[in-house]
């Protein structure tokens, strides 16, 4: 059974750093690329940013570019977001989530962890 | 402001038949394939569709998905209160900007 379990959340001041970490197990880690993905209160999901699986590729929103790097260590099956320079607007549940690609397919999110919740306030 | 666009509230009543709709542009949808999610309140997203009409296993054929061109839409029959949650579409954007998910606003659905 795939599960991906999110930690590290928290309150945290304007300006304050946080890393979030997520675990995954119930399938091989290092072939797939992940993300993270948050949702701020009453409001609708954001993608946060991607890694692929060997780290060879990562993107970042425009909105965290700068400020948040993402990482992975495959032999600890862990997933990494390593945030600076909180701001109030980065106040969201932050969700860990496994990406699949199939040429038939195509892309394709299919599995979420149960996220972390993130609140950014003096 | 959400890259795709989703009426944020639905209704029905039970039995009756809904759809969602959600619109992109062609570095989306109109290029990549549509996923539907089901978010039940406190709860953590849940894949409801992917590749624009497939239900992984488990999911109801209940509900059924489809794309033209740079529009998707989402459709519940025989609406039932358990259906009553918010619903997201998603897809792949290639961009200039490389490569990212884009997410819709989310619909409310409410079973009356």
């Known amino acids: 059974e795939v599960q991906l379990v999110e930690s590290g959340g928290g309150l945290v001041k304007p300006g304050g750093s946080l890393r979030l970490s997520c675990a995954a197990s119930g399938f091989t880690f290092s072939s797939y690329s992940m993300n993270w993905v948050r949702q701020a209160p009453g409001k609708g999901l954001e993608w946060v940013s991607s890694?692929?699986?060997?780290?060879?590729?990562?993107y970042y929103a425009d909105s965290v570019k700068g400020r948040f790097t993402i990482s992975r260590d495959n032999a600890k099956n862990s997933l990494y977001l390593q945030m600076n320079s909180l701001r109030a607007e980065d106040t969201a549940v932050y969700y860990c989530?496994?990406?699949?690609?199939?040429?038939?397919?195509?892309?394709?999110?299919?599995?979420w962890g149960q996220g972390t919740l993130v609140t950014v306030s003096s | 402001q959400s890259v795709l666009t989703q009426p944020p509230s639905a209704s029905g009543t039970p039995g009756q038949r809904v759809t969602i709709s959600c619109s992109g542009s062609?570095?989306?949808?109109?290029?990549?394939?549509v996923n539907w999610y089901q978010q039940l309140p406190g709860t953590a997203p849940k894949l409801l569709i992917y590749s624009n009409n497939q239900r992984p296993s488990g999911v109801p054929d209940r509900f059924s998905g489809s794309k033209s061109g740079t529009s998707a839409s989402l459709a519940i029959s025989g609406l039932q209160s358990e259906d009553e949650a918010d619903y997201y579409c998603?897809?792949?954007?290639?961009?200039?900007?490389?490569?990212?998910?884009?997410f819709g606003g989310g619909t409310k659905l409410t079973v009356l």
């Open positions: 998603a897809a792949w954007d290639d961009s200039l900007n490389g490569r990212n998910w884009v």
């Open positions: 062609s570095s989306n949808i109109g290029s990549n394939t």
């Open positions: 989530a496994r990406e699949v690609y199939d040429i038939l397919t195509g892309y394709l999110i299919d599995y």
């Open positions: 890694i692929s699986s060997s780290s060879s590729y990562i």
